[in-house]
């Protein structure tokens, strides 16, 4: 379309255009759909007929996350399952290890493992794993079933849901297309623009338009890239950690025993100390009563004796008392 430069018309036919596409893309986005109804339009085909476990993809916001396919009434539903395993082991090193050389043998590999430990009430520590792996997802149920066969007992925690997220997948091939086409159009009309403000609204109109269309091919491609792969977190706890406090049975012989025992350690530590008294304790003590304590106490006593001495000096005699006659 070739616009005439001196058309007072022309300055707004290309920012009307440029509204009408932004809006239609946006409107086409918004509006709602029956979701059984999957057409050619949407950019998603009609499934294939049911096949029954098949997981697709697993999206963001959980460790544990798978989405399946399955055929509802001739549409394509997609459907996050996640899950979470807890189950009680012997040996929970030796586990993690058994169940990441598993998901390599599936064809799968190791997210997270986590080996640490635990201090129980009786002050025994414990070692406790975590671990998270991914696994072809046609195969998580088989792998779900060979983690439970790590424990001798049932898991003590399973937990698996499921989300449908059909919508929204539906919603991001709806909005791909329409921006695609609203960026066609747009660069036809960039195309046969003779204005250069005509060609820089254009242009700036198609990198936002450019920059949505990526962002919605990146979350298409997570979904499609997770399709293979399903991630499956357990906690294996040691077995020691949840046996029950066991009180054995009472026996007088033990009792007697034990204090026939503490009597002859609290007689060894009274001989012991006597030993230690008479033989340590009482020399250092007299050693140390001559170098420290006797002579002070000599020094004092002599002092005391010349003090009555000159005292008894100083007096005057006492006269002879006087014999009355008979």
């Not at 509006?31 to 697709?56: H, I, L």
């Not at 298409?220 to 399903?230: F, G, P, T, V």
């Amino acid at each position: 379309m070739s616009l005439p430069v001196r058309n007072p018309l022309a300055r707004w036919i290309i920012p009307i255009l440029i509204g009408i596409l932004v809006l239609s893309a946006c409107a086409g986005a918004a509006t709602p759909r029956e979701e059984p109804a999957f057409d050619q339009s949407v950019g998603v085909a009609p499934a294939a007929p049911p096949v029954p476990g098949e997981f697709v993809r697993e999206v963001e916001g959980g460790a544990s996350r798978s989405v399946t396919k399955t055929s509802i009434q001739g549409a394509e539903r997609i459907v996050i399952k996640n899950g979470n395993l807890s189950i009680v082991v012997v040996d929970p090193p030796k586990s993690m290890d058994a169940i990441s050389q598993m998901a390599q043998e599936m064809g799968g590999f190791v997210v997270s493992a986590n080996l640490y430990k635990e201090q129980l009430s009786s002050g025994i520590e414990v070692p406790r794993a975590s671990v998270t792996i991914r696994v072809p997802a046609e195969r998580m149920d088989e792998a779900v079933r060979r983690i439970r066969e790590q424990s001798n007992q049932d898991p003590l925690s399973e937990n698996i849901t499921s989300q449908d997220v059909t919508s929204e997948y539906v919603d991001l091939q709806s909005r791909l297309k329409n921006l695609e086409a609203a960026e066609a159009e747009l660069t036809k009309i960039m195309q046969d623009a003779n204005r250069t403000e005509d060609v820089l609204a254009v242009y700036n109109q198609l990198v936002s338009i450019r920059e949505q269309i990526e962002v919605i091919k990146g979350q298409i491609k997570y979904y499609d890239e997770s399709a293979a792969l399903s991630a499956i977190s357990v906690e294996l706890i040691a077995d020691e950690a949840v046996q029950p406090i066991e009180i054995g049975g009472w026996q007088p012989q033990g009792v007697l025993k034990n204090a026939v025992e503490a009597l002859i350690r609290s007689l060894q530590f009274l001989a012991t100390a006597i030993i230690w008294i008479v033989i340590w304790v009482l020399p250092v003590l007299a050693i140390l009563f001559v170098i420290f304590i006797l002579p002070p106490l000599l020094l004092i006593r002599f002092w005391t004796r010349r003090r009555k001495q000159k005292a008894a000096q100083k007096q005057p005699p006492t006269p002879p008392t006087a014999i009355p006659p008979a």
